[in-house]
């Protein structure tokens, strides 16, 4: 089955500055990646999606890269500001009814 | 609309209880979920049913069974709790049989087993 592995496990950031998240895949066949957004003792929340097709996407200060060929996917958040904490998990699917999720990624923003 | 819904919120088992956890979603959705949450781990499926009338197995599916009762309602039942099923409950619908769509989780049932 698909395996998603994300990296850095945690990540500090001053306030203000980028954080930059990555994930890699395993199955070649997978063609959506959305990545999560899960504040403490809350519901993950999508944040921002991208299909196979597309190398890039925007929303406002987020953003998310593909390369295929690598299989790697990235979550960019410009100018962090506190409410950006949270742990943010990636997810790929092949459109076969399943998410195979990262284990997620702690992101800090320090004021 | 209330989105997905899930009860309990909380819930303290001896080993070897039985429980039902209950997820419902108002918004028409076809697909339905089951993961759980352990620290570290990410969310790992353990039950789903691409629409009324199936379910199929995720990837934790041992101890746990699932009733897509109509296609509102979604429950999961640990027949015999164990220490290693202490963990959160999220349940999640989609609108179509594909996932390519957003997943919208329910508040999560946080279980623990002594």
């Known amino acids: 089955g698909e395996n998603v592995e994300q990296h850095p496990s945690t990540l500090s950031v001053q306030e203000g500055d980028s954080a930059v998240i990555k994930c890699t895949y395993s199955?070649?066949?997978?063609?959506?990646f959305p990545w999560y957004k899960q504040e403490l003792g809350k519901r993950p929340q999508l944040i921002i999606d991208?299909?196979?097709?597309?190398g890039e996407k925007k929303d406002q200060r987020i953003a998310v890269t593909l390369n295929k060929t690598a299989k790697h996917f990235s979550l960019h958040i410009t100018e962090t500001q506190p409410e950006d904490s949270a742990v943010y998990f990636c997810?790929?699917?092949?459109?076969?009814?399943?998410?195979?999720f990262g284990k997620g990624n702690q992101v800090v923003v320090i004021p | 609309n209330a989105g997905v819904t899930q009860t309990p919120k909380f819930q303290v088992l001896k080993t070897g209880q039985s429980m039902t956890l209950q997820c419902a979603q108002d918004?028409?959705?076809?697909?339905m979920y089951w993961y759980r949450q352990d620290p570290g781990m990410g969310l790992r499926l353990i039950y789903y049913?691409?629409?009324?009338?199936?379910?199929d197995k995720g990837e934790v599916p041992n101890g746990y069974n699932v009733s897509r009762l109509n296609k509102r309602e979604f429950s999961l039942r640990l027949e015999s709790a164990a220490p290693s099923q202490t963990s959160v409950y999220f349940c999640?619908?989609?609108?179509?049989?594909?996932?390519?769509?957003?997943?919208?989780f329910g508040p999560g049932t946080r279980l623990t087993v002594l």
């Open positions: 999640a619908s989609s609108p179509r049989d594909s996932p390519s769509n957003e997943q919208f």
């Open positions: 199955d070649s066949a997978s063609n959506y």
């Open positions: 991208i299909r196979s097709n597309v």
């Open positions: 997810a790929a699917s092949r459109g076969n009814n399943r998410l195979a």
């Open positions: 918004m028409n959705h076809n697909s």
């Open positions: 049913s691409a629409s009324e009338g199936t379910t």
